[in-house]
């Protein structure tokens, strides 16, 4: 099955250089462009688009108002995020505001197309390094946190985590699968895949990466 995209960037060599890759694709085709978000629900109306790939600066409409944008027009088509910036608010502003996946413009082509792929098969992704970056960048804004068991509001609900979620959720942030956290806390991959869902059921979110934004949001990760 070919995955159409929707590529909008305000750069004409940028949009012609990502398309012409992506078309050596054997499952991917660029099908339609836009100089900014002013054209995308245009764009949508006249093709059939399972994926929009899209810049974060541009002139007019930019990366960020163009998913606001969609979200009032009750558009679920998934966005993914391709842009030169990696500062870690742009990056909460995207997902936040619906984009289901960051990437930045130097990743090769076979992780933008896998990205595509992950996207249109129903996941949200960060690059690893992005995710680094955002948890870095929020250090100084954290609040310090004990050693046991806390609670926190989240989304006008009381969130209890114990000190092992804490730390399962920071793992989680750089990237770390559940063999991984494991292995960092020397517990089996079943007890970490119970923690993984306990923290996703108690934040009511779907992917890890939207449970990492939630912990930025009350200061777990510091």
Do not use: W
Not at 44 to 62: A, E, F, G, W, Y
Not at 126 to 140: C, D, F, H, S, Y
Not at 145 to 172: G, H, P
């Amino acid at each position: 099955m070919t995955i159409s995209v929707l590529l909008v960037d305000d750069q004409m060599l940028v949009r012609e250089g990502i398309k012409s890759l992506l078309n050596l694709s054997d499952f991917i085709k660029v099908v339609a462009e836009a100089n900014d978000g002013s054209q995308v629900l245009e764009q949508l109306s006249l093709h059939k688009i399972d994926i929009i790939l899209l810049d974060m600066s541009m002139p007019k409409v930019n990366g960020i108002q163009t998913l606001k944008l969609l979200q009032e027009n009750n558009i679920a088509i998934p966005a993914i995020i391709l842009t030169t910036f990696d500062d870690h608010q742009l990056v909460l502003q995207g997902l936040t505001n619906g984009a289901k996946g960051y990437l930045l413009k130097d990743v090769s082509l076979d992780t933008l197309c896998n990205s595509i792929q992950t996207v249109f098969d129903g996941h949200t992704l960060v690059q690893p390094a992005i995710t680094e970056r955002l948890v870095a960048g929020v250090k100084n804004q954290s609040s310090d946190l004990s050693s046991t068991s806390a609670s926190f509001i989240y989304q006008d609900n009381q969130v209890e985590l114990s000190k092992k979620e804490m730390e399962v959720v920071r793992l989680m942030a750089c990237g770390y699968s559940n063999k991984e956290i494991s292995e960092a806390l020397f517990k089996s991959e079943g007890t970490i895949k119970n923690h993984v869902s306990n923290i996703l059921s108690k934040f009511g979110v779907r992917d890890r990466t939207r449970a990492v934004l939630a912990a930025i949001e009350i200061g777990i990760l510091k």
